[in-house]
């Protein structure tokens, strides 16, 4: 079937309705017939009433989407009739910092059990090189008991998603394709094209667009993790790190990275997923592995300093009162996934004071569900010691913080975005 010729046929299914799929399901109904499948039921009945809590989507899109047909079930037997499926499943990494890879194979096994000749199957969660051949391919012939690029094919194209970025959303994100074969990676181009106004790269292969997406979240993780390592080293000489950025930044090619917590669901992850495929090669990488070693110790080295600033004020440590302003991964967002934030928390409630949190964007069930913190709704109620703030939501930087801060309390500004004169200090 020539797949030019045959668009408006295509029968799509999108598999998890996250940060990611739910932007694609809503961008593919404006062509397609698409039904949105997600474990979650809650998560379901919220988008099949118009309602999405990760704010990724604009609601009147998302409310005229479902006006013209587009579906949201957990019932795997409404997908039957669908022939294109985009799995766009968690990734995460367990608590060795090895891929966990359970989602995925789930999913996988899950499509294998309605695929029929001739249907499509694309992943874009972020793998490493290698592993949608090796790992999924597998999983739907076994359960299928269709062979792979005879009767079923396969496509990748990496996830670009910013989380929050209300500008490059999902039509103005150049997007890389890839196929089993020639022919499919020219079905998978032609479908993405269709959507995506900023174009698309087709890859050679899918190996190559899986580690194209490895490579960008590495590549960002380790330019972070120098401007971290340049801060614990300021920190020490006492100057003020971003100084010493602004003034190397009026050469022409000087890359303005700033220091902090690096989190969330691809920088704080997808390294380890390109380090694991070099390691099962036979090589070890260096470079990478070092960068994630300081980016993932930054929320102790903030807890750290900040205890040293109260001794060093003779503010009692034990039993003090500290707030940390913010607990999602980045600002103006609502995504709690993989935040560093809880570090700080961590090792603030260790050496014995009483830790609030407060951030008007996080859900606060999901951090009780997720994290077993309790965050406070509101603030004003109480005086803090310590302030530290750590994401920079734009309710932050309106805030009057003396107001809630002891005479003799200290405020870290980890995000440099409040006024130098009012904090004591910044990273």
Same mark, same amino acid.
């Given at each position: 079937?020539?797949? !030019?010729?045959?668009?408006?046929?295509?029968?799509?299914?999108?598999?998890?309705?996250?940060?990611?799929?739910?932007?694609?399901?809503?961008?593919?109904?404006?062509?397609?017939?698409?039904?949105?499948?997600?474990?979650? !039921?809650?998560?379901?009945?919220?988008?099949?009433?118009?309602?999405?809590?990760?704010?990724?989507?604009?609601?009147?899109?998302?409310?005229?989407?479902?006006?013209?047909?587009?579906?949201?079930?957990? %019932?795997?037997?409404?997908?039957?009739? #669908?022939?294109?499926?985009?799995?766009?499943?968690?990734?995460?990494?367990?608590?060795?910092?090895? @891929? &966990?890879?359970?989602?995925?194979?789930?999913?996988?096994?899950?499509?294998?059990?309605?695929?029929?000749?001739?249907?499509?199957?694309?992943?874009?969660?972020?793998?490493?090189?290698?592993?949608?051949? %090796?790992?999924?391919?597998?999983?739907?012939?076994?359960?299928?008991?269709?062979?792979?690029?005879?009767?079923?094919?396969?496509?990748?194209? @990496? !996830?670009?998603?910013?989380?929050?970025?209300?500008?490059?959303?999902?039509?103005?994100?150049?997007?890389?394709?890839?196929?089993?074969?020639?022919?499919?990676?020219?079905?998978? &181009?032609?479908?993405?094209?269709?959507?995506?106004?900023?174009?698309?790269?087709?890859?050679?292969?899918?190996?190559?667009?899986?580690?194209?997406?490895?490579?960008?979240?590495?590549?960002?993780?380790?330019?972070?993790?120098?401007?971290?390592?340049?801060?614990?080293?300021?920190?020490?000489?006492?100057?003020?790190?971003?100084?010493?950025?602004?003034?190397?930044?009026?050469?022409?090619?000087?890359?303005?990275?700033? @220091?902090?917590?690096?989190?969330?669901?691809?920088?704080?992850?997808?390294?380890?997923?390109?380090?694991?495929?070099?390691?099962?090669?036979?090589?070890?990488?260096?470079?990478?592995?070092?960068?994630?070693?300081?980016?993932?110790?930054?929320?102790?080295?903030?807890?750290?300093?900040?205890?040293?600033?109260?001794?060093?004020? +003779?503010?009692?440590?034990?039993?003090?009162?500290?707030?940390?302003?913010?607990?999602?991964?980045?600002?103006? #967002?609502?995504?709690?996934?993989?935040?560093?934030?809880?570090?700080?928390?961590?090792?603030?409630?260790?050496?014995?004071?009483?830790?609030?949190?407060? +951030?008007?964007?996080?859900?606060?069930?999901?951090?009780?569900?997720?994290?077993?913190?309790?965050?406070?709704?509101?603030?004003?109620?109480?005086?803090?010691?310590?302030?530290?703030?750590?994401?920079?939501?734009?309710?932050?930087?309106?805030? &009057?913080?003396?107001?809630? /801060?002891?005479?003799?309390?200290?405020?870290?500004?980890?995000?440099? #975005?409040?006024?130098?004169? /009012?904090?004591?200090?910044?990273?």
């Amino acid at each position: 079937m020539n797949f !030019e010729s045959s668009l408006d046929q295509v029968r799509l299914a999108i598999i998890g309705l996250g940060y990611v799929g739910l932007p694609l399901a809503v961008e593919f109904s404006k062509k397609y017939n698409v039904i949105g499948f997600d474990i979650n !039921e809650k998560r379901v009945i919220d988008l099949s009433q118009g309602n999405d809590h990760t704010q990724e989507v604009n609601i009147a899109d998302l409310q005229k989407s479902l006006k013209n047909g587009l579906v949201f079930t957990t %019932e795997i037997e409404d997908l039957e009739n #669908c022939n294109t499926f985009i799995v766009t499943v968690p990734t995460p990494i367990d608590s060795f910092k090895f @891929p &966990d890879l359970s989602f995925l194979r789930k999913a996988s096994e899950m499509i294998g059990s309605i695929i029929k000749s001739g249907d499509l199957v694309v992943y874009e969660s972020t793998v490493y090189p290698g592993c949608t051949e %090796e790992e999924c391919v597998p999983v739907l012939e076994k359960t299928s008991g269709l062979k792979f690029n005879q009767d079923f094919f396969v496509g990748y194209s @990496p !996830e670009r998603i910013n989380p929050g970025d209300k500008i490059r959303t999902l039509p103005q994100i150049k997007k890389v394709t890839s196929g089993s074969t020639p022919d499919v990676a020219n079905r998978v &181009d032609d479908l993405y094209r269709s959507i995506i106004s900023a174009g698309t790269h087709k890859a050679p292969s899918i190996k190559v667009a899986e580690a194209s997406k490895a490579i960008e979240n590495a590549q960002r993780d380790v330019n972070i993790s120098f401007v971290n390592e340049l801060a614990l080293i300021f920190d020490r000489l006492g100057i003020d790190t971003n100084d010493v950025i602004e003034a190397a930044g009026t050469k022409w090619n000087f890359l303005k990275y700033k @220091p902090g917590l690096v989190g969330g669901h691809c920088i704080g992850v997808d390294p380890y997923y390109l380090t694991y495929k070099a390691q099962s090669v036979g090589y070890h990488p260096q470079v990478i592995l070092s960068g994630r070693r300081v980016n993932d110790n930054m929320g102790s080295f903030i807890a750290n300093k900040a205890i040293k600033m109260m001794i060093q004020k +003779d503010i009692p440590v034990k039993s003090s009162k500290a707030l940390i302003l913010g607990v999602t991964f980045k600002e103006n #967002c609502p995504d709690i996934r993989n935040t560093k934030v809880v570090d700080i928390y961590t090792e603030l409630n260790s050496y014995g004071l009483q830790v609030d949190i407060y +951030d008007p964007w996080a859900d606060i069930e999901e951090v009780k569900n997720e994290y077993h913190i309790d965050c406070k709704n509101s603030l004003y109620s109480s005086k803090y010691a310590l302030i530290i703030l750590a994401v920079a939501h734009n309710e932050f930087l309106q805030m &009057d913080l003396k107001s809630i /801060l002891e005479d003799k309390g200290i405020i870290f500004d980890s995000k440099s #975005c409040l006024d130098r004169d /009012l904090v004591d200090a910044r990273l």
